[in-house]
């Protein structure tokens, strides 16, 4: 079954792109079974690739197929298309954080601190759950943290690493397709090393100071310099600049996730969660679906404005 003047992806039929990146672009498709029922999905459809390439991300969608867990997207279907690779997952109805971050601007709202903590503590069990399953995320940012209207946190794109900036650093380093986004990257991963449960949390501790802030961690227009400072671990984490209202609990925790040396970080995510949940307790504040489903709410007033796929 073909809807009139759309094109055809495999079995697969495209309604319209999402985003797109330099290697890799996020559709809204639409697969029918073969009662003839359509099934709305997320298709991932990687640029035209070299040998080789293909190789890697089916393994990657391998391993990230293999995850079940409320707080992860699971995978549908992947595979190669002449000489594409593709990952299809379940439309997830929400935004991601980066797109919930331009709303509260728009609407002239801080990220409310008890929200983020929420955010980064069910990211968090989804991370949990990849570890004891021998996977890393290795690309974690806003884009791939995912919030519904009904109070739900979840996590995509597990190994896939399919950001890109298409730039090196002077040592040489490819942060295109299967290294990540620059400004996410753990000090280790930064110098060439590979993603570990030790640099997810990393990522997780910039995601939690950015939402508390307001702020990104590492800009600048020269992203060969950004990542200097990373690998080297000469950066500042200015948090007292920026909140100096943090709890210092709260202040201790973001500086424990984001340490250059992955020795002095949470060992893992569930210390992490536990350092989370021991503030939860200090402050007693409720982390409940609740409290997610209200702000997403308050953002989105209109349910159909949130009704996008991700």
Known sequence: MTLPDQPSFGPYIVERPICARASVELLRATFFSPGGRG?????????????????????????????????????????????????????????????????CGRRKMGFPTDVALLVVRRALDALEHAHAKRQTHGDLSHTNVLLTLDGDVMVADFGLRLASTRRRSPRGLDVGLGRGLASYLAPEQARGGAPSPSTDVFALGILLYELVTGRVLFSGADESQILEAVAEGSYEVPLEQHRPDLHPALTRLILTALAPDPRDRFADAGAFQAAIDELVDQLGVNLSRVLLNSFMGQLFSDRGSADAAS
Do not use: I
């Not at 699971?74 to 997952?89: H, I, K």
């Open 39 to 103: 099934h709305s999905v997320a298709l991932r459809r990687t640029r035209p690739l070299h040998d080789g390439e293909h190789e890697k991300l089916v393994e990657a969608a391998c391993g990230y197929a293999v995850l079940k867990h409320d707080d992860v997207v699971p995978v549908l279907d992947f595979g190669c298309l002449g000489n594409r690779t593709y990952v299809a997952t379940p439309l997830v109805r929400g935004r991601n954080l980066l797109e919930v971050l331009a709303r």
